[in-house]
T-cell receptor, first 109, second 114 residues
């Protein structure tokens, strides 16, 4: 089966940099995605890695290493609005998304 | 352009009852997927429909069923509700069956079973 592990909570101050790690076990997948979800809201797509390496989208970057079954999301120049849950997600060839349990990011002044 | 719309936004049902949740995808999107998110956990895949046919099913009992209409909107039906069915039900749409670059989610239907 598939499984993903990520930390349950990370706290940081405004302006700081936060890295959310994700390790996974799977027999096969297309890529690793990251979604953001504010309390009670819709998950919003942030980033996707199909190949090993770093993808940068504004203040957010995501990394994948298939050989290490590992990825991370990097949040730079943290803002209060970045307080939310962040999910690492495996995408399979059928379009099914497998979500991790999520990491609650708390940004303090 | 409207995003993914779900109705109702909130719902309270009694154990044993039946519920129907509705989803309208983004215009032009042919794929609709349903997810269940229990409080404090990540969303869990229930169904995917593409071009009005079921293309994938998650590990949910037969009490859960869904369908997609000619206009690509979709319904999720849950029979014989249990307390454990209380969750946020999310709908996601995509223009293709496998969208590697992100699905668009609706804000969900919050179902409470009492």
């Amino acid at each position: 089966g598939q499984s993903l592990e990520q930390p349950s909570e990370v706290t940081a101050v405004e302006g700081a940099i936060v890295q959310i790690n994700c390790t996974y076990q799977t027999s096969g997948f297309y890529g690793l995605s990251w979604y953001q979800q504010h309390d009670g809201g819709a998950p919003t797509f942030l980033s996707y890695n199909a190949l090993d390496g770093l993808e940068e989208t504004g203040r957010f970057s995501s990394f994948l290493s298939r050989s290490d079954s590992y990825g991370y999301l990097l949040l730079q120049e943290l803002q209060m609005k970045d307080s939310a849950s962040y999910f690492c997600v495996l995408t399979d060839s059928w379009g099914k998304l497998q979500f991790g349990a999520g990491t609650q990011v708390v940004v303090t002044p | 352009d409207a995003g993914v719309t779900q109705s109702p936004t909130h719902l309270i049902k009694t154990r044993g009852q039946h519920v129907t949740l509705r989803c309208s995808p983004i215009s032009g999107h042919k794929s609709v997927s349903w997810y269940q998110q229990v409080l404090g956990q990540g969303p869990q895949f229930i169904f995917q429909y593409y071009e009005k046919e079921e293309r994938g099913r998650g590990n949910f009992p037969d009490r859960f069923s869904a369908r997609q209409f000619p206009n690509y909107s979709s319904e999720l039906n849950v029979n014989a509700l249990l307390l454990g069915d209380s969750a946020l039900y999310l709908c996601a749409s995509s223009s293709e069956r496998t969208n590697l670059y992100g699905y668009t989610f609706g804000s969900g239907t919050r179902l409470t079973v009492v």
